[in-house]
C-alpha cells in the first residue's frame, strides 16, 4: 500500500463543474502538499498546508489531520483546470516529499 | 513569487555523453534543493537533497557516481548525468526551499526532458 493515495486516478468534468480530488496518507507530516502539472510537465505548488482549510481563487484544499485525509475542491472548473494534481505529504522525520500517483483532470468546453 | 529557473529544458544526446541541468532559484536563498526523477505517467521520485556547501544526501538505489550534484551557492544546484545511456532518458525536475526551516513550500523548476539516443 502506497503511503500518500489520491483518487480518482483520472477524472472528467464539464466546465463548470464542482470538482473534489481526494488524498490520504499514512505517514506523519509536518504540512501536505498540492501541487499542479501542466502538460510541458512544470510543476506549481498550489497548496502547502498543515490544518483546516485554504482559498485561492477557485481552488479551496481542506485537511483533516485526525483523519489523516486532504481534499482539494475547485469551483466553476474551466477548460485550463485540465492537468495533473498531485498530493504530497511532507514527511515530518525527514521533510521529503512523499508524493501521490496524481490525479489526471480533463475539463472539457 | 518566488521562481525556480532550470536549464535546459530539452536536451537530446547521444549515449555516453555527459549531461549538466542547473536549478536557479531567482528572487531568494535555497539552503535545501531537492532533484525529482520522473517516467511517464509516474509520479515524481526523489533521486537526492542538495545542500549548500556540503554533500548531497542520495536516495537508496541512485547512483552517486552517476548523478553527481553540486550545490556550490545558496541559488544554484547542477545535477550531471555522466556517460548517459539510453535508460537515462526521462523527465529531471528540481526543487528549491527558501530559508532554512521547513516551513515553506518547495517551489519547482520547469523540469529538463532528457532524450538519450
Known amino acids: 500500500k502506497n503511503e500518500v493515495e489520491q483518487s480518482p486516478q483520472n477524472l472528467t468534468a464539464q466546465e463548470g463543474e464542482f470538482i473534489t480530488i481526494n488524498c490520504s496518507y499514512s505517514?506523519?507530516?509536518?504540512?501536505l502538499h498540492w501541487l499542479q502539472q501542466h502538460p510541458g510537465g512544470g510543476i506549481v505548488s498550489l497548496f502547502m498546508?498543515?490544518?483546516g482549510k485554504k482559498k485561492h481563487g477557485r481552488l479551496i484544499a481542506t485537511i483533516n489531520i485526525q483523519e489523516k485525509h486532504s481534499s482539494l475542491h475547485i469551483t466553476a472548473s474551466h477548460p485550463r483546470d485540465s492537468a495533473v494534481y498531485i498530493c504530497?505529504?511532507?514527511?515530518?522525520?525527514?521533510?521529503?516529499?512523499?508524493f501521490g500517483t496524481g490525479t489526471r483532470l480533463q475539463v472539457f468546453p | 513569487g518566488a521562481v525556480v529557473s532550470q536549464h535546459p529544458s530539452w536536451v537530446i544526446c547521444k549515449s555516453g555523453t555527459s549531461v549538466k541541468i542547473e536549478c536557479r532559484s531567482l528572487?531568494?536563498?535555497?539552503?535545501?534543493m531537492f532533484w525529482y526523477r520522473q517516467f511517464p505517467k509516474q509520479s515524481l521520485m526523489l533521486m537526492a537533497t542538495?545542500?549548500?556547501?556540503?554533500?548531497?544526501?542520495?536516495e537508496q538505489g541512485v547512483e552517486k557516481d552517476k548523478f553527481l550534484i553540486n550545490h556550490a551557492s545558496l541559488t544554484l544546484s547542477t545535477l550531471t548525468v555522466t556517460s548517459a545511456h539510453p535508460e537515462d532518458s526521462s523527465f529531471y525536475i528540481c526543487s528549491a526551499r527558501p530559508g532554512r526551516w521547513g516551513n515553506q513550500p518547495q517551489h519547482f523548476g520547469d523540469g529538463t526532458r532528457l532524450s538519450i539516443l
Open positions: 505517514v506523519g507530516i509536518s504540512a
Open positions: 498546508l498543515s490544518s
Open positions: 504530497a505529504a511532507e514527511s515530518y522525520n525527514t521533510d521529503k516529499l512523499i
Open positions: 528572487d531568494f536563498q535555497a539552503t535545501t
Open positions: 542538495s545542500n549548500e556547501g556540503s554533500k548531497a544526501t542520495y
